[in-house]
């Protein structure tokens, strides 16, 4: 589990990736969907997919010649039962976690 904690957290730790989660939240989308709105290549935007996806905090999925991709619902379990550990910290609250990564997003 620590390894795949290290993920998480390494996965998170990118405003970008936040930003791609955020989008990932109102709706699966394509690479290219998911591409559109940042100023980056579309090569730099599979690597942060594909963190993502090593991390399982999203899935990816070829339909036709189209890779989309979604949200995976209980990615970040392991990593709010770890933080309830030190008992300073409640449970992930997912909409304020939603709201979190919808900030993000805006910002």
Known sequence: MADA???TFASLADPTRR???SML???DMAVTDVAAPL???LAAVSRHLS??????LIRQERRGR???CMLEPDALRHASIWMQGFGQ???VD???LDALLERERNA
């Open 5 to 7: 904690l290290s993920r």
């Open 19 to 21: 930003g791609i989660l």
């Open 25 to 27: 939240l109102e709706d």
């Open 39 to 41: 100023a980056i290549s």
């Open 51 to 56: 963190v993502l996806a090593r991390a399982g």
């Open 66 to 68: 189209v890779v989309w």
């Open 89 to 91: 910290f409640d449970p």
């Open 94 to 96: 997912v909409d304020a």
